[in-house]
């Protein structure tokens, strides 16, 4: 555990060294909120409805798009062979990276959130709703994590991370949207959003540290 | 591992063994005049013998080859996730080869099981895709399954990294189907809309009897194609490594 | 002193890509404290025969030992006991030597880690420059940190692919005293620089098309083919 742990204050110091990268996921998820704004004239007076939808779909492309990044740029200079040769289980390291792209996404998540109820004049930081993104966040980037060792070979091709990623993550974007709906004082529905949320993030969390292992492998 | 834990795996290869490989061997010989009568039956119960349904007309008739297909097509995938399993235990590519032949079957299904769903709906209720659950739910499988076999296309036949990445997304593919199945119907629950598959009053006599000749064509279908589609890819990887081996040789 | 178990060990190794065995059926006894030079074109599988020792190529068959632990059965004991130099340096470019080597040392859970890494940027040259981000350092000085990087941990078994690579006389100097003279490693270096082999090596481990054509002697060390 103290080598996930050591794996993980790596992955923070990487990212405060090199702020470019979560800037630019920062960048994407703002110029994102705004394409929809322009999209689906978010302007107008009750947008609650879409919103758990603009906030969903910004978080699932920017997550996804910022592991894959954290990965590539672990394969090209080798350091994740370096990881892969030292006394620790291939889960350990799947554990550290989990750990610092869940900060560096809620961290993303959460400017986002301010931004969002700035522009929108709506309350976005309760604690319900803060709940939803948790849980909804460690479902989809203990599953992006996994899959993010796709680009570890020189022929495959990025852009195929989220065609494999985004039909997997399905059920996880519409209980998340509901339950972000339900939290924002949408028309409360029967289903057990959150536990479906629960289910996935505790599926793809274990999932992902067995099966990492057999990804890295070469 | 223990003792006990080696006598049931020998006792589970037995029992596989004694009963499958009879009918494995016999599978170029069995499958197809079984997959013949079977259709056979199918259609012509489909076309001649069951009753016209008084509401939807003609075009009904579909039913008795979308329902098996779009269930058949589960057992397809299912099978890519078994034989996935195996290979990332084994790490035999046989079972590489399975798998990616029954998900290209899988694929293919539930292709057809959209396509029929849409030419039966646009008669029957004036719009091709209604969102109805079951068959949004079979749009994500074929979307997984697609990105199993674009996965799996990375590197070539015998790249072992690649079949292993792909093994896992169609092993995950295949667990997300129970989540998938309850997000997309407590989602479309929620929108009161017209029903497309309620359950209906039961189904008279012949119509049963046809639907089941028709799951039973799809299945001997489905088994014949993925023998066929499996032994097809597992060809292509010797193939590709007569090509090398080849290759250095003349290099040499 | 001989022990019974060799330091290097490799039991009918292979790896096939596709068909091709790029290595095949390889089997040789390193003897432990011994300095062993791996010879062979490119292409003969050097690269890939380091790779399956350090356990980061899967095997496709066969078996392999460091200091007595196989890769089938204790790899992660088997790379404690093992430093490693690839044609990357393997290291962060963003973070400090310093900062390199402290989560090494926390990763391979190594004992009084300041003192130790003091002393090795002091070897290398790089403790005036701990602080700098690796990125601003030249090749050979990439190579000295990565050189560190391998021998922080106190490996017994030193496995090293052209070691020399974007080395001065003085770097080269320094892999010498660290790897190469140094008696409390046992050393398996593919190198292409054959004038200096032996100087350094005790026996030669020569690879044609993925088959050992030269071995060394398990207990002696000496060359036979």
Redesign the interface.
């Known amino acids: 555990m103290?080598?996930a742990l050591?794996?993980f204050?790596?992955d923070l110091?990487?990212a405060w060294?090199?702020r470019s990268g979560w800037l630019s996921a920062l960048a994407f998820a703002t110029i994102s909120v705004l394409v929809y704004s322009f999209a689906f004239d978010l302007a107008t007076a009750d947008i609650r409805p879409l919103l758990p939808g603009v906030l969903w779909t910004t978080f699932l492309f920017s997550g996804i798009f910022a592991t894959s990044q954290s990965f590539q740029r672990e394969s090209e200079?080798?350091?994740f062979?370096?990881?892969?040769?030292?006394?620790?289980?291939p889960s350990t390291i799947y554990v550290g990276k989990l750990i610092s792209n869940l900060i560096s996404l809620l961290i993303v998540e959460l400017a986002l959130l301010v931004l969002t109820t700035i522009l929108f004049d709506t309350p976005l930081l309760t604690g319900e709703l803060v709940l939803v993104v948790f849980v909804g966040t460690v479902g989809y980037v203990s599953?992006a994590t996994?899959?993010s060792?796709?680009g570890s070979?020189g022929?495959?091709?990025a852009v195929?991370l989220p065609?494999?990623a985004?039909?997997?993550l399905?059920?996880l974007l519409?209980?998340s949207v509901?339950a972000t709906g339900a939290a924002l004082g949408a028309p409360i529905?029967s289903?057990p959003?959150l536990l479906?949320l629960v289910?996935?993030a505790l599926?793809?969390t274990i999932?992902g540290a067995l099966?990492f292992p057999?990804?890295s492998?070469? | 591992m223990s003792a006990l834990w080696q006598v049931l795996v020998a006792i589970f290869w037995w029992v596989i063994h004694t009963l499958l490989e009879p009918i494995w061997n016999a599978r170029w010989v069995a499958l197809p005049p079984l997959t013949g009568v079977m259709m056979m039956a199918m259609i012509v119960g489909a076309v001649l013998v069951a009753p016209r349904e008084i509401v939807e007309g003609e075009v009904q008739r579909l039913m008795y080859i979308h329902v098996p297909v779009a269930t058949i097509s589960y057992l397809a995938f299912f099978v890519t996730a078994v034989a996935s399993a195996i290979f990332l235990i084994g790490r035999d590519m046989r079972w590489d080869a399975i798998a990616r032949g029954a998900a290209t079957v899988g694929i293919m299904l539930t292709a057809f099981a959209l396509l029929t769903g849409a030419i039966w709906g646009k008669p029957t209720w004036g719009v091709y895709w209604s969102w109805d659950a079951r068959l949004t739910a079979t749009l994500v499988l074929f979307l997984i399954y697609s990105g199993y076999l674009l996965a799996r296309a990375v590197g070539g036949p015998n790249d072992e990294q690649a079949a292993r990445y792909a093994a896992v997304v169609g092993i995950i593919g295949y667990i997300d189907i129970p989540l998938i199945h309850f997000s997309v119907d407590w989602w479309r629950t929620l929108h009161p809309q017209r029903i497309i598959f309620a359950p209906k009053p039961a189904l008279p006599g012949e119509m049963l009897l046809v639907l089941l000749l028709g799951f039973l064509g799809i299945l001997f279908l489905t088994l014949w194609l993925i023998t066929l589609r499996g032994t097809t890819e597992y060809l292509v990887q010797r193939a590709d490594r007569v090509r090398a081996r080849l290759d250095q040789l003349e290099r040499a | 002193m001989t022990t019974a178990v060799p330091a290097i060990a490799a039991f009918d190794l292979t790896k096939r890509y596709g068909g091709i065995a790029v290595v095949s059926n390889i089997s040789f006894s390193l003897r432990a404290g011994s300095k062993i030079a791996l010879l062979g074109h490119n292409g003969a599988g050097k690269s890939t025969l380091l790779g399956l020792l350090s356990t980061l190529i899967t095997r496709t068959s066969g078996d392999a030992s460091i200091a007595g632990h196989a890769i089938s059965t204790n790899p992660i004991e088997l790379r404690r006991n093992i430093g490693v130099l690839a044609h990357l340096p393997m290291v962060y470019e963003e973070l400090s030597p310093l900062e390199n080597l402290e989560f090494f040392a926390r990763l391979y859970e190594v004992p009084e880690a300041a003192t130790r890494i003091e002393e090795l940027l002091r070897a290398v040259g790089l403790w005036r420059r701990r602080r700098e981000p690796t990125s601003i350092l030249s090749r050979g000085y990439h190579q000295r940190l990565a050189l560190a990087r391998a021998v922080l941990h106190r490996p017994a078994v030193l496995l090293l692919d052209e070691p020399e690579t974007g080395l001065d006389p003085a770097g080269i100097a320094l892999l010498d005293q660290l790897a190469l003279d140094n008696p409390a490693v046992t050393v398996l270096a593919a190198t292409h620089l054959v004038d200096r082999v032996d100087r350094w090596a005790d026996g030669v481990l020569r690879l044609d098309r993925g088959c050992v054509v030269e071995a060394p002697d398990p207990v002696t060390a000496e060359v036979s083919s």
Request: charged content about 20%; aromatic content about 6%; cysteine-free.
């Open positions: 103290s080598s050591a794996v204050r790596k110091q990487l060294r090199d200079t080798g350091t062979d370096a990881m892969l040769v030292a006394p620790v289980s599953l996994l899959l060792t796709l070979r022929s495959a091709r195929l065609v494999l985004l039909p997997l399905v059920p519409i209980a509901r529905d289903a959003w479906l289910i996935f599926w793809s999932g099966l057999v990804v492998e070469r």
